[in-house]
């Protein structure tokens, strides 16, 4: 017993001497006599220069605690004059008897006003590159203590960092920066909370306040925030003065660092959206994951069973990451469920666009896998609805840079004309159909910046009133040069094949057309194209042709090119020559103008000819017109800017029809020539005789009838003169 005795009383006498000692340094070692000592080691060192500006004070029981006032860290040199460091104050403090038990149990950590700043210059060096060369401690067993340290606390208030990239032209910085956090023991939890500003340049501010419950396992580096909670209040230009706040929750976060293997469960982010052109009350925005895995060893990630909504828009999907590190890659489906857009486009301060039919734009949805790299975005297998518009196939941006818009669709049905304007004044619409309408312009801009190749098919169209039916269109466009083809569909019985061209790149655009259709009924096309029932055939129409201008007006007033056609079996409605020819005849011999027959129409076997276009101008030269009763050819003028028809036309009489006439009363007109007159519009045509024509031709007739009959007589005079 008087062994452990004399023991107990050695060490007793020993920690003693040990407190005494402790007191003795305190009492009588001033740490700020050693301030250029301290200093001139950091400078050997780092190569920076330390300013201990503040007082230095040490107490020892039952901590052992070092406090600083004002210090700072002198730049590297070329990055300006300002302190790579520098804090308002600090203190660290070492419980003293676990100490010399060799445990290290560290009090509450404060740091007071610390500011840094991480610089890299315009030639790509940093600032605190200098600090961390050859400073890498060796990891061994050896260097490890026997136990991990405890921390009863860290608290960090009023700092600041700075992040600036002179190459990039861009600063960050994360300023009114505060922390605290619980005791930290390895393996157990402890409160964590942190609140502070991030600034994007100057247009963009997040206020940020951070919470949640921390396990820390430095054995097995494995880390978990459980119920994390992030509140962030954006604002700065083009947001509301009171900001938009974003709210984020989770159920946890894990980190195994040593794995490199992190993941989040239920995440929640809430927030409701405004500013410039949003309704006040703003949009709601709500996004949900089931759970978030990253692996950084394999570069892989997986995003299972999120949703988000936005105004009542849902989106659904899931999402798949590869080298998420060196060049991510995010693939997977994609589903919108329907909506109304007429009812969704309000919520997010869109106006509705008024259409010729107010039903439309009330069922969307879509269904697709998404590939979504840095450079480009696609969507695959897309199937989408609009109304009663289906379209699968491919569309995607190929280069966010040049805007490469790329598609391969495959449409259905889709009436394009629903979804326009209506027409303005609709009753009105007989008297508006003759007035000229106002010019289209040519969206030379949009050109401009158009980058666009795929192809478009659809099934059945209607654009412009005009019925389509396999439709095919190639798109390729790019600095200011578009090219639609190929270009064909079946249309009203016959074909239609096209190669358009339009070059944007100038102050005008200047458009090339080689337009072809085949077998095509006219008489459904002149309705919906002119809304003119007066013409009907079948036949052929080819045009190429140049033209340049800033809107339709100015395209057709410069047209120029070369135009074909040909129509069988057709009729013009409204006018019928033939009774106009006899009506001629009647008044010119004045006798009773005959009954006009039922319906009015002239009917023709066929009707061709060519043309030049010149600045707008279509100049027909050989117009042949075969009729039952009539041959008729002549030359004349179409006017494309105003529709206006000219044409002076020779009708010959071939034979004198035996229906509702008595033919042997009219045998005077076979082999007659005929003047006709064509005026009008395109829309609505007037075919005349001309009366005055034909009656100097008839007295031209006589004339010459008289003067063969007096050349003979004549003639019979002087022989009978001569033979005597």
Do not use: C
Request: charged content about 25%; glycine content about 8%; overall charge negative.
């Amino acid at each position: 017993m008087r062994v452990f005795k004399i023991a107990a009383v050695a060490v007793g006498a020993v920690l003693a001497l040990i407190v005494v000692a402790v007191t003795l340094v305190v009492l009588f070692v001033d740490p700020n006599d050693y301030r250029d000592d301290i200093a001139t080691l950091v400078e050997n060192k780092t190569g920076r220069k330390l300013t201990l500006s503040g007082d230095l004070k040490l107490s020892v029981f039952p901590w052992i605690a070092l406090e600083t006032g004002a210090a700072s860290l002198s730049e590297r040199q070329g990055f300006g004059d300002e302190p790579f460091v520098s804090i308002d104050g600090a203190r660290l403090s070492v419980r003293l008897w676990p100490l010399l038990r060799g445990q290290l149990e560290i009090g509450n950590v404060k740091l007071q006003g610390a500011r840094i700043r991480l610089i890299t210059d315009e030639q790509g060096r940093e600032n605190w590159a200098d600090l961390t060369e050859g400073n890498k401690a060796d990891e061994t067993a050896a260097d490890k203590p026997a136990s991990l340290p405890t921390l009863a606390g860290l608290e960090i208030r009023d700092s600041s960092i700075t992040m600036e990239d002179r190459q990039a032209r861009s600063r960050r910085v994360v300023r009114d920066f505060n922390l605290e956090t619980g005791r930290f023991q390895s393996g157990t939890a402890f409160p964590l909370k942190t609140d502070f500003v991030l600034d994007e340049g100057a247009s963009l501010s997040l206020n940020v306040h951070v919470g949640a419950t921390v396990t820390a396992d430095l054995e097995s580096n494995k880390h978990q925030f459980a119920d994390p909670q992030i509140d962030v209040t954006v604002s700065g230009q083009g947001y509301p003065s009171d900001g938009i706040p974003v709210q984020v929750r989770a159920q946890s976060l894990s980190l195994d660092i040593g794995q490199e293997l992190y993941q989040l469960d239920g995440l929640r982010l809430t927030t409701t959206w405004k500013g410039d052109g949003i309704p006040p009350a703003g949009v709601p925005v709500a996004l949900q994951a089931q759970q978030l895995t990253a692996n950084l060893a394999t570069q892989k990630a997986d995003l299972s069973e999120f949703s988000a909504d936005v105004a009542g828009a849902s989106l659904t999907g899931a999402l798949h990451g590869e080298e998420i590190l060196d060049n991510p890659r995010l693939s997977g489906p994609l589903r919108l469920a329907p909506i109304s857009l007429r009812e969704w486009l309000p919520k997010l301060g869109v106006a509705v666009p008024v259409t010729a039919d107010p039903q439309v734009l009330k069922a969307f949805s879509f269904l697709s896998d998404v590939s979504l790299t840095k450079e480009a975005a696609e969507l695959k297998g897309v199937d989408l609805k609009l109304d009663d518009t289906s379209a699968k196939g491919s569309l995607g941006i190929a280069n966010f840079a040049t805007k490469a818009l790329r598609f391969d669709l495959d449409v259905d049905r889709i009436d394009a004309d629903r979804y326009l304007e209506p027409p303005a004044d609709a009753p009105a619409k007989k008297v508006a159909s003759k007035e000229k309408s106002p010019p289209v312009d040519i969206p030379i801009d949009a050109l401009r910046e158009l980058n666009a190749r795929g192809e478009l098919r659809v099934g059945e169209a209607i654009f412009s009133r005009i019925k389509f039916t396999r439709l095919r269109l190639g798109v390729n466009a790019r600095d200011g040069k578009v090219r639609l083809n190929p270009s064909e569909a079946s249309i009203y019985g016959g074909t239609y094949r096209g190669d358009i061209g339009i070059d944007a790149s100038g102050e005008s655009a200047h458009v090339s057309l080689n337009e072809q259709v085949s077998g095509v009924d006219f008489a459904p096309l002149f309705k919906q194209l002119l809304d003119t029932d007066r013409f009907s055939g079948k036949g052929n129409a080819t045009i190429k042709a140049v033209g340049t201008g800033r809107n339709s007006d100015e395209l057709l007033r410069t047209l120029d090119g070369n135009i074909a056609f040909s129509v069988a079996d057709g009729a013009l409605e409204g006018t019928d020559l033939w009774y106009e020819i006899r009506r001629a005849r009647a008044v010119l011999k004045q006798q009773a103008v005959p009954e006009r027959a039922v319906p009015v129409r002239t009917t023709f076997e066929s009707l061709k000819g060519t043309g030049v276009i010149d600045n707008g101008r279509v100049q027909s030269n050989d117009l042949d017109v075969s009729m039952q009763y009539l041959k008729i050819g002549g030359k004349g003028s179409l006017d494309l800017p105003t529709s206006a028809l000219d044409y002076q036309l020779l009708a010959t009489v071939l034979k004198i029809p035996r229906e509702g006439v008595d033919a042997s009363q009219m045998q005077d007109l076979v082999d007659a020539e005929i003047p006709v007159k064509v005026t009008g519009t395109l829309d609505d045509p007037k075919v005349r005789p001309d009366i005055e024509g034909y009656a100097k031709g008839r007295v031209k007739e006589e004339l010459k009838k008289q003067e063969e009959k007096l050349r003979d007589k004549l003639g019979d005079k002087l022989k009978d003169l001569f033979n005597r």
